[in-house]
């Protein structure tokens, strides 16, 4: 995508854009990743991902303990 | 008696053990997931690493709702140290070998499932818990880490430094480099099992 005045490239943009989503970026670097994703459709593209693949690993179920792992550790905190 | 870091040891003494044995058994499945997710073969010996830990300063926990995230913190101490134990050196990956993939943008192009309209989200969703997992051990331990204990604990960064013992930039660091080894490794584990195979089909 071709750069505009006063903005940042995508190589940037996609740098921040999970700080960006946690806030973790100044208000500076927001505003310039905001500019970037008004013009730029394949980075709002990335935002969109970046926020699906959060949301993915966020929600990753959890590894059931199994059964024979749990009594003996229940037995070890037992004993402890 | 003092420890090194000023708080008095005072072990169980000041609380009863059923107090501690009654939050520990209660936590053991979220230790266990964490565990599971940090390391590739010994989840268990890490849990009991943590108890052993735990018991000792069971006296310093303030507050016992507090119980489950102080537990988990001392797990990630015992996975730290673990590491540092083993002394191997995990090298920082080369800026250039993650920065240049995106795992968005190889999905438009490649167009692994023509049929979706909803690209990105079924790639995702042909994963499963055991497929993440895998793709997870793929990433050196430096990296897993700290994604794990950020996005799929939700751990703020703040708290992976103290727990990891590494200063916040260098977590930020390894977080960004992570997610695209993340990635990588996704796109290249759906490539080799043929993950993709069934979805294209449906």
């Known amino acids: ?80 | 008696m003092r420890r090194a870091d000023g708080m008095r040891d005072i072990g169980v003494q000041d609380r009863t053990k059923e107090a501690f044995q009654s939050m520990a058994v209660g936590e053991l499945p979220a230790l266990y997931s964490l565990a599971h997710r940090l390391v590739r073969d010994g989840a268990e010996d890490l849990v009991q690493e943590t108890l052993i830990r735990a018991y000792r300063s069971f006296g310093a926990l303030k507050e016992e709702d507090a119980g489950a995230r102080w537990l988990k913190s001392i797990l990630v101490n015992v996975f730290r140290d673990e590491l540092r134990k083993r002394a191997r050196s995990v090298e920082e990956l080369p800026v250039e070998e993650v920065e240049d993939f995106s795992l968005y943008r190889t999905l438009v192009e490649v167009d692994p499932l023509p049929y979706s309209d909803t690209l990105h989200l079924d790639f995702l969703r042909a994963f499963g818990k055991d497929d993440v997992r895998e793709v997870l051990m793929r990433l050196p331990e430096l990296y897993r880490a700290p994604l794990v204990l950020r996005y799929m604990d939700g751990f703020a960064t703040k708290e992976i430094a103290r727990m990891l013992d590494t200063p916040l930039g260098t977590i930020l660091a390894r977080l960004h480099r992570g997610r695209r080894r993340f990635e990588t490794e996704m796109w290249a584990y759906a490539e080799e099992t043929g993950l993709l195979i069934g979805e294209v089909r449906r």
């Open chain 1, 1 to 80: 995508m071709t750069d505009q005045q006063g903005s940042i490239p995508c190589s940037e943009a996609v740098k921040q854009l999970w700080d960006y989503l946690d806030h973790a970026i100044s208000a500076e670097d927001q505003e310039r990743v905001e500019t970037h994703l008004s013009f730029c459709r394949m980075c709002c593209g990335e935002l969109e991902f970046a926020k699906e693949l959060r949301s993915f690993l966020a929600s990753n179920e959890a590894q059931e303990i199994p059964p024979d792992v749990k009594a003996h550790l229940e037995r070890f905190v037992q004993e402890l």
